[in-house]
């Protein structure tokens, strides 16, 4: 055998290999959910009880599909003014500038910290501060939980829509330019539309990043398995729920969360696919 | 007076004492001086990086896109110093074709050829949109081809018709001068052709200059031809006359293949 087969044969089975254990997870995720969903039939997805009483038990996901969406959603809506301008900033309008580089080594340096040091600083300088103005009584909640989600996001938002309005071709600009147009024009009639399919896909992509965030919205929400009442109620998210109760879970609760967890896995997929899909189509 | 350098009775655009750097000091375009004759193809050649695409875009300002970049000297396009007016006046004054067909990919045939209008926020009739939108098509010989496609993306053209496109779009705002940068350099011999004849064509009524690397090409269409070396314009004047009988020994060297 010679070094050009052997190469292939090892990068064939690291692929493979891959292919297994995603398709392993899946397996044993859709198995362990299938107690729940045999209990509770379709309804498992509508019901918002979440009884954990022996005897009379019935668990049901929509509260926390509610608390996922919501968080995730008011994130992105948060986190799209500031990343989009910071990502206009990088790759526009300061594109190649000793400026644009250093911010956009401290946005790829923010995208790096971990989630739990998000966490922290949401519970012991945002929560007071909620307090303190008097939003609620406790400080947790959706909103609170949302906003430090989508300071979570930011960076890698940015990070991606930058790389996508930064790839529009400097020809067609000049093109532009050399028609008479202004550097605003230029953006609004040219990069903006040239990247917006990208630019739409990064939000995509950042929303599913935002679903499956679990540490500091699990520190923040409140974890009430209620559906969430209003911007600054308490509530709970699919992951959070899985974070807080797995350990003392069995049974057919611990059969409820991994079906909330197959879920989340579906949507996530369904959404890192759509991204995928829509950022295919832009070249 | 240098006799490499002919002096061009009333022209259209003068080029006086122009220099042009991208940091300072180093001077890419140094002390140029032209006429330029209305109606007429000019040829810019000379080897790569002596300093003809530099001097082509300061004619619309396009180098002011980089920030650094230093202008000595003046051009003057109807007795108007044309750095003392705005650089968007300008640019819709003289329009610019690019090596590489560059259409709009976001947009359709027909907005690619009134994106100068759309560009510039200038709102027209549905009828005048069309006018224009015929009448710079038919200029470029691309009406026939497209007519029936016009709301189609202009980026499913051939390469030639892309670059045609692209011509129509830097007519649509009529102006005085077109400046060419290699246009055919990334065309076929056939769609070469096309755009040669096109450019012959279009002398009637407009003003061309045009970087060329192929001298057969500044031959058979140019009326008069600049030769560039190290930033400096070497030679300068009717085009049949620097083929057959070139003054300064570099422009012949240059026209023998013997460095470029
Ligand atoms: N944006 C820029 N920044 C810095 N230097 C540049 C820039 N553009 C061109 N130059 C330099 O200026 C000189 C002239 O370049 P220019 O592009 O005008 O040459 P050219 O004659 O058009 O060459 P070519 O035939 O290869 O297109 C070269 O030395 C080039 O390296
Ligand atoms: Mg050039």
Redo the contacts with the bound molecule.
């Keep these: 055998m010679n070094a050009e087969k052997v190469t292939k044969y090892i990068l064939t089975f690291a692929a493979i290999i891959i292919v297994v254990i995603a398709g392993g997870m899946a397996f044993s995720l859709f198995g362990g959910a299938v107690p729940a969903f045999k209990e509770f039939g379709i309804k498992f997805i509508f019901s918002s009880e979440w009884n954990p009483t022996e005897g009379r038990e019935s668990y049901g996901a929509l509260p926390f599909i509610a608390g996922t969406l919501i968080t995730s959603m008011l994130a992105l809506i948060i986190c799209f003014p500031l990343a989009f301008s910071t990502s206009l900033f990088l790759g526009e309008y300061f594109k190649g500038k000793k400026i644009a580089g250093i911010l956009g080594t401290l946005v790829d340096l923010l995208a790096g910290i971990p989630s739990i040091v998000y966490g922290l600083w949401g519970f012991y300088v945002l929560k007071p501060l909620f307090v303190n103005i008097g939003i609620n009584e406790h400080g947790l909640g959706i909103f609170t939980a949302s906003l430090v989600l989508a300071i979570m996001i930011i960076p890698y938002a940015t990070s991606l829509s930058n790389e996508i309005i930064s790839m529009v071709p400097d020809e067609l600009k000049e093109a532009a330019y050399s028609l008479g147009a202004t550097r605003r024009e230029v953006i609004t009639t040219i990069v903006m539309p040239t990247a917006s399919s990208g630019v739409i896909a990064s939000y995509v992509l950042s929303l599913g990043r935002a679903l499956g965030e679990t540490m500091a919205v699990t520190m923040l929400i409140g974890n009430a398995n209620i559906i969430p009442k209003g911007l600054f109620g308490m509530g709970n998210t699919m992951a959070s729920v899985i974070a807080n109760q797995f350990g003392e879970a069995d049974g057919l609760k611990l059969s409820s969360l991994i079906a909330i967890g197959l879920l989340l896995f579906l949507i996530t997929a369904l959404v890192n696919f759509l991204g995928k899909l829509i950022m295919k189509r832009i070249y | 007076m240098n006799d490499a350098i002919i002096q061009i009775n009333s022209p259209l655009l003068t080029i006086e004492r122009l220099s042009i750097a991208?940091?300072p000091g180093?001077y890419?375009?140094q002390d140029v001086n032209a006429g330029i004759k209305k109606n007429s193809i000019t040829a810019?050649m000379?080897?790569?990086?002596?300093?003809?695409?530099?001097?082509?875009?300061a004619i619309n300002r396009m180098?002011e896109l980089?920030p650094?970049?230093e202008v000595v000297g003046k051009i003057f396009l109807d007795n108007e110093n044309i750095f003392e007016i705005s650089a968007i006046e300008l640019r819709r004054k003289i329009g610019m074709v690019f090596?590489r067909p560059n259409p709009f990919p976001t947009m359709s045939i027909y907005d690619n050829v009134i994106a100068g209008y759309k560009l510039n926020g200038k709102k027209l009739k549905r009828s005048v949109k069309d006018e224009i939108v015929e009448k710079s098509l038919k200029e470029v010989a691309l009406w026939e081809e497209v007519k029936d496609a016009l709301f189609k993306r202009g980026t499913f053209l051939s390469g030639g018709q892309q670059q045609r496109l692209c011509v129509a779009r830097a007519l649509a705002y009529k102006p005085e001068i077109i400046l060419m940068?290699?246009p055919t350099s990334a065309l076929d011999p056939i769609a070469t052709t096309k755009i040669e004849d096109l450019l012959v064509e279009l002398k009637k009524d407009y003003t061309i200059i045009l970087?060329t690397?192929n001298m057969s090409q500044a031959a058979r269409i140019s009326d008069y031809s600049m030769f560039?070396y190290l930033?400096e314009l070497i030679e300068y004047g009717k085009t049949k006359n620097i083929f057959s009988n070139p003054v300064d020994k570099r422009t012949e060297a240059y026209l023998t293949g013997k460095f470029g």
């Design positions: 991208y940091e180093k890419a375009v810019i000379g080897p790569s990086g002596c300093g003809k695409s530099t001097l082509l875009r180098h980089y650094n970049t090596q940068d290699e970087v690397h560039m930033g």
